[in-house]
């Protein structure tokens, strides 16, 4: 009898410990796909747009072969600007791939090479048929250099919609992978397992826009309070870089992030934001450790 209820309690207690180990499983399992889920999110390709983009300033200029070179004419394409020089490396090696891309999406794309160099037309239309460059090329004055917010890195380029507005821009030697992957997706082709995401224009596009920036390249706000950090902001968009550039301190510091005049002139002004904070503070300690005056007794 005793044996029978001691084989009982056995039993009660492994029909209680096998939904335990189940539940267990079933968790770990769950854990291990999230894990990977979030392995896989972290590792997925991306590609980055701008959120409500800006029309893309218009201009009209000569190409090579004297043709009027105009934007607006090419509005309905995605249209890819790219600025560069004849004796930029990067420029050169590039050229090759924009050459194919504008092969392959003919019809949808136009690429429009703005040469920045300052040498005659003839040394540049050598350069194009010695590359047998396949898209229209001209000479880009200083003023339209400016237009698109100063062109501080070679190649430099801008991506626009079929509605002629900037999406992208990138500086610097890119793969191409990147180029082809941003234009099918504007041109709604497939693009694979790539995640599109959408920023905010802060300075990255258009240099104006540095007054929308919360945080600047080479800047320390950390030490400053919320109300400090606006006014530190507000400082740097009001006051201007004397390093020749044109631009506000907060503009200098996107455009260029080597400028030593503009990073001084920021830490000067947080050194005195912190240092009004800290002023406070001090005044406040010696306040509250000044020995209180005794009040008079009531009799």
Known sequence: MSFGRHLLSRRAARSQIFPIISFLFVMLAFSISSCKARQQDDQQPTIRFVRNPEQAPLFTLKDLEEKTLSLEAYRGKVILLNFWATWCGPCRAEIPDLIELQKKYQGRLQIIGLVVDEDEKDTVRKFVDEFEINYPVALAPTKLRITYGGIAALPTSFLLNAEGRVVQKHEGLRNPVLYETEIRSILGLPIGNVRVETFEDVGQIFIQHAD??????????TKLSPGQ???A??????EMCSCGCGYTLAQCRIYDHNC???KTATQKIIA???GVKEKRSQDKEMKESEPKEKQPEKK
Do not use: C, M
């Open 229 to 231: 950090r606006t006014a």
């Open 260 to 262: 030593e005049i503009s």
């Open 272 to 274: 005195e934001l912190s």
């Open 212 to 221: 929308r920036a919360s945080e600047l390249p080479g800047v320390d706000l």
């Open 233 to 238: 902001l507000h400082k740097f968009n009001e």
